[in-house]
């Protein structure tokens, strides 16, 4: 993911500074507030400061940069699903890790979420 600094050197080694250009930019501002509008009634997302911090933040931009469809763009949309996938892998992992006694049970949970990621995957890259 290009930081701010490799983003303005990029743009000046190609475009002139009077250049007229379109370039939507997302940050980590603006996951942290689509997560609290997401979230905050369902969990107390203090409690999960640990875990949604600035990495979480970054990883979903990565997510959404890397998965985005150039016909739709980057949407609030897209970055709600990704989001929605972070958060439910951050849940595996903690049902994981609170759960190892009940490993057998995990994989088949992990499994099913597998299958159906993928299933969603197929759909998104079909429209």
């Given amino acids: 993911m290009p930081t701010v600094k490799e983003m303005i050197e990029k743009l000046k080694r190609n475009y002139k500074e009077d250049d007229v250009i379109c370039a939507p930019i997302w940050g980590a501002e603006d996951v942290m507030e689509k997560v609290k509008e997401m979230y905050e009634d369902e969990y107390n997302l203090e409690d999960?400061?640990?875990?949604?911090?600035?990495?979480?933040?970054?990883?979903?931009?990565?997510?959404?940069?890397?998965?985005?469809?150039?016909?739709?763009?980057?949407?609030?949309?897209?970055?709600?699903?990704?989001?929605?996938?972070?958060?439910?892998?951050?849940?595996?992992?903690?049902?994981?890790?609170?759960?190892?006694?009940?490993?057998p049970l995990f994989v088949n949970y992990n499994f099913m979420f597998s299958s159906s990621r993928k299933i969603f995957e197929k759909r998104m890259t079909d429209l």
């Fill in 48 to 103: 999960y400061d640990h875990l949604i911090n600035e990495t979480f933040y970054n990883d979903v931009l990565e997510d959404m940069e890397r998965g985005h469809d150039c016909s739709i763009g980057i949407t609030w949309d897209s970055m709600e699903v990704c989001i929605s996938m972070k958060m439910e892998a951050l849940e595996n992992e903690q049902f994981e890790k609170t759960h190892k006694k009940d490993l």
